[in-house]
């Protein structure tokens, strides 16, 4: 059992308020999450601040300025409560601790947390997840924000683990894209990882993508890679070709990471031998589940499955109340 005892947050976020600067590493000092809380949070990949941001964010939009009315009315104020986080369907559960911090953040008394499981691990239906004792008033008040996150990352992990799986035995990984959801795409693309997939660029920045579009306004696939290793000589590039003849002309232009748009499974195969080890590739489009293994069995790297974060359905889990013990 994992217990904190964890302060009162300010649910404007971090300011001159916050409470957890006394004896706190210095990395968390802005932070308002319990320093243990913030610690898990960056050991996850996850920034402690930006987890804290966005907890804020949902639970200014479900209070509009206002409080829970009907909590408010129908809970004493002094009534302390046990709320288990209970998965009503399997999956793969991710974003246990981004809910602990929405909680922590209504919190207006020290809370106790009992962690059954962690993210990335298959979960049954009916199995409980995450058990926390408070105040039965900052309990419901979290409730709905801390499950909306709660389900949609375990949601991106259930479908990734689904590709993960179909991948089993194949050198190919499934891979994310950048069609995630504004503000969430730090916690949605660790739900890839929880889900056994790996992360491909996360902004514009820190990578480079050459499309069909950067493609005509260069005047040519060879022409765009060029311009952007003269313009970002550090920077990793990878190019999209919808052809074996662009293929060619990319790989002898030096690139090391190309992707094959719509190519079907023989042309991967193809474009496999052609390369012969001087690229890594990524196979886009055409992809299903069903043919996932076919497309992996090509020798391909890569398979970008934008689905994983744009349209993966939620993990659906509970909250159910019981007496405190």
């Excluded at 308020?17 to 949070?41: F, H, I, K, S, V």
């Excluded at 919808?242 to 990319?250: G, K, M, P």
Aim: net charge negative; glycine share 8%; charged share 25%.
């Amino acid at each position: 059992m994992s217990t904190h005892d964890l302060p009162l947050a300010d649910s404007g976020g971090c300011g001159d308020g916050c409470a957890c600067g006394a004896g706190a590493d210095a990395e968390y000092m802005e932070c308002g999450l319990d320093p243990a809380l913030a610690e898990l949070l960056a050991d996850a990949g996850l920034d402690p601040l930006e987890v804290e941001d966005i907890a804020n964010v949902a639970l200014q939009e479900d209070l509009a300025g206002g409080v829970d009315v009907t909590t408010v009315a129908t809970i004493p104020e002094e009534a302390v409560a046990t709320a288990d986080f209970t998965a009503r369907e399997a999956g793969v559960v991710a974003g246990l601790r981004v809910a602990e911090a929405v909680v922590s953040v209504v919190c207006t008394d020290e809370f106790e947390v009992e962690r059954h499981v962690e993210d990335g691990d298959r979960v049954e239906a009916g199995q409980k997840l995450l058990s926390v004792t408070t105040r039965t008033r900052d309990l419901l008040t979290a409730e709905r924000s801390a499950l909306n996150i709660l389900c949609r990352l375990s949601g991106i992990a259930t479908a990734t683990r689904a590709w993960a799986d179909a991948l089993e035995g194949t050198k190919a990984k499934v891979r994310d894209t950048r069609k995630t959801t504004p503000g969430l795409r730090s916690l949605e693309k660790y739900a890839v990882r929880c889900g056994g997939g790996v992360n491909h660029r996360m902004s514009l920045s820190d990578a480079a993508l050459v499309k069909d579009n950067h493609v005509v306004a260069a005047g040519g696939v060879a022409q765009a890679f060029k311009a952007v290793r003269e313009a970002f000589p550090d920077v990793a590039i990878e190019v999209e070709v919808d052809t074996l003849h662009q293929l060619r002309e990319v790989l002898d232009a030096g690139a090391d990471l190309i992707l094959l748009d719509n190519f079907r499974p023989d042309e991967c195969a193809e474009a496999v031998g052609i390369v012969d080890g001087r690229a890594a590739l990524e196979a886009s489009g055409r992809l299903t589940l069903d043919n996932a293994k076919a497309y992996a069995d090509t020798g391909v790297d890569y398979l970008a499955v934008g689905a994983l974060t744009h349209s993966a359905p939620i993990l659906d889990i509970g909250l159910d109340l019981r007496e405190a013990q």
